[in-house]
């Protein structure tokens, strides 16, 4: 493995390939005690209606500033461009970045993203400046779309958001990475164990994005240390270039000179 | 006049988005808004005025996956 290697990403340096969500741990302290354990360096948060005077949002995101992590806002839940341009908007003046992560949902069962809408709302913020981080499936032709537009990196699923199948078409996230060589991707989405982790870091994925895996677990904190070492793992093995799987065995213990050789 | 604040049917009295920040007790508080799905910077409020059935979406930060 290269010495500094770091994921860069619009121009900022990373040193952990993992990006965790914020949503559904079962307490603040175990969401702040995962992401010391994840060692990541940039979260996922998201807007939400609040009434007036209620000042739960203004909790919420001081107690995340005060991490000392990026934060990359989602528009998660979006159904159309429109929406999902609006809330990008309004996410950049509240939290004061660029950074978007790009959902327009598509389908209810299974939250497949919209890739028509994808693109519409891609085209509206790149012009206006966003680093927009695209959810996307894993379709080759949307994927050069939105290089075209401008994306400096995609983010194909695995698997259905919070499914935690991991990863449903191995063949086409291996056809996305062997097209797009020089381009970061990011899973997002469908990971649910480190062993899927391990899988897509192997074949050359650039970093995961998960939540629930590890706000659901039965113990956030160690799950987070847990894809903080699969990931490491993952990158480690795809340096060193897995052995070709065979059918048939090989005996790996010399053949030659074994003891009673010929007798029987 | 009737509005839609947060998917929610209200009367209101504000004439502009600004107004009605401080009617339903936003006051200072860090928001995002949009009226009819368009985002209204927050220094553009106070000249957005308001009219029956638009639909105002007001947002603050939350957790997210």
Known sequence: MPDADRLRLYGSEFGSRLFIGTARYP?????????????????????????????????FWSFIRNLGVKVLPNTAGCRTAKEAIAT???AREIFATNWIKLEVIGEEDTLQ??????IEATRALIREGFYVLPYMTDDLVVAEKLLDLGCQALMPWAAPIGSGRGVNNPFALRA???????????????IGAPSHAVAVMEMGYDAILLN????????????????????????????????????????????????????? | MRILV??????????????????????????????????VRSKDRDGIKLKEDDAVEIVTPRQGG
Not at chain 1, 31 to 59: D, K, N, Q, Y
Not at chain 2, 18 to 34: I, M, S
Request: net charge negative.
């Open chain 1, 88 to 90: 990008a908007q309004m």
């Open chain 1, 212 to 264: 629930t895996a590890i706000s659901r677990a039965g113990d956030p904190v160690e799950m987070a240390r847990a894809f903080s070492l699969a990931i490491k793992a993952g990158r480690s093995a795809f340096f060193a270039k897995p052995m070709l799987p065979r059918d048939m065995a090989e005996p790996s213990t010399p053949i030659i000179g074994r003891p009673f050789d010929q007798l029987s």
């Open chain 1, 176 to 190: 996305l990475r062997a097209h797009f060589p020089d381009t970061p991707l990011i899973i997002d989405a469908g």
């Open chain 1, 27 to 59: 307490s603040p302290l175990a969401l702040e005690e995962s992401i010391r354990a994840s060692e990541c360096e940039m979260v996922t948060v998201s807007l939400r209606r609040e009434a007036g005077g209620t000042r739960s949002g203004e909790s």
């Open chain 2, 6 to 39: 947060n998917g929610l049917q209200c009367d209101v009295r504000a004439a502009t988005l600004g107004g009605l920040l401080n009617e339903l007790g936003y006051e200072d508080q860090k928001v995002g808004t949009a009226v009819n799905q368009e985002f």
């Open chain 1, 113 to 118: 993203p919209d890739v028509f809408g994808l």
